[in-house]
């Protein structure tokens, strides 16, 4: 099969497209012929190896953590799938190929483009568990750094419809944007404190740090001085700031997938597939990933 490889650790130009075996579904699992892959800011950190605490990778390595595709191969003790089904989920090895393993998947609506799909699974299963960290609840302030990205799309999407006001930072080109999907934009950088401060005068009562550009001291100042309720996915300085770090581990997370995914299929929620590449065009899709100015999902279809 078709698949993009990296043997070593770099830039954009260590993936390469090169024929790998097939892989075949074991216990528990299913294989995909993969129709969509959601492309992520770690699988580009993944590549440089900054994330080998997190995500030990051996190489040769394929990137990949989310697929949308159709079941050809079902494993011993797999229940509720059959061959034919299109589902979506996260894969056990990487998705970058024509073919993957998955263990944890849900079934794609049949309203649900492939690469909707496909954009689906890292989003919300992260939005969604940070703000079940949070606790967040009708009637609260939340503010979102990084707010315009796919899974601060999701976030505002999934809080605003729980009755959350939701100030989210970005950069001014995606306010817009932001208003579209019911939050209140602020302007990253300098002077952020004090039009946060305007947008909420009553303070906030929760933070979800999706953008990890240092702005966890700020967001103690604006909760009281306190770290409670605040939490980061992409800030490595989180423990030194006594702030909670989340990157991952939710349990059962295809439950809630089948529901976003029918959310997504209703128009309720939407996280925009900015551009699709091919396969053989992985690195572009990764070098503009790299630019972190993507307000929504960059998608490859091998």
Not at 54 to 64: C, D, I, K, N, R
Not at 71 to 78: F, H, L
Not at 165 to 170: K, S
Request: proline share 6%; charged share 20%.
């Amino acid at each position: 099969m078709e698949a993009i490889v990296f043997e070593e650790f770099g830039g954009p130009d260590v993936l390469r497209l090169t024929e790998a075996a097939e892989p075949h579904a074991g216990p528990g699992q299913v294989r995909v012929r993969v129709k969509a892959v959601g492309v992520n800011p770690a699988d580009y950190k993944i590549r440089y190896g900054w994330m080998q605490q997190v995500f030990p990778t051996s190489l040769p390595a394929t990137l990949g953590l989310e697929f949308a595709g159709i079941v050809d191969e079902v494993g011993e003790g797999v229940n509720g799938a059959a061959v034919g089904d299109e589902v979506l989920g996260w894969t056990v090895a990487g998705a970058y190929a024509q073919y993957a393993l998955a263990e944890s998947f849900a079934p794609k609506p049949a309203g649900l483009g492939w690469a909707e799909a496909a954009a689906l699974p890292v989003a919300t299963e992260t939005a969604q568990r940070v703000l079940d960290l949070l606790k967040v609840q009708a009637g609260e302030t939340l503010l979102l750094h990084g707010a315009a990205g796919a899974v601060g799309a999701a976030a505002t999407q999934l809080a605003v419809a729980a009755g959350v006001t939701v100030i989210g930072t970005a950069s001014p080109a995606g306010h817009d944007y932001l208003r579209e999907l019911g939050a209140t934009p602020v302007a990253y950088g300098d002077g952020l404190a004090e039009r946060v401060r305007a947008a909420a005068p009553q303070g906030v009562d929760a933070v979800f740090d999706a953008a990890g550009k240092g702005v966890l001291p700020l967001s103690i100042e604006l909760r009281g001085g306190t770290t409670e309720r605040i939490v980061t996915i992409a800030d490595p300085e989180a423990q030194a700031h006594g702030v909670t770090f989340s990157g991952g581990g939710t349990e059962r997370p295809e439950i809630a997938l089948a529901g976003h995914a029918r959310l997504a299929a209703d128009g309720r929620l939407r996280i925009p597939v900015v551009e699709v590449f091919p396969l053989a065009e992985a690195s572009k899709a990764h070098a503009l990933s790299e630019t972190g100015h993507v307000w929504g999902k960059l998608v490859i279809t091998p």
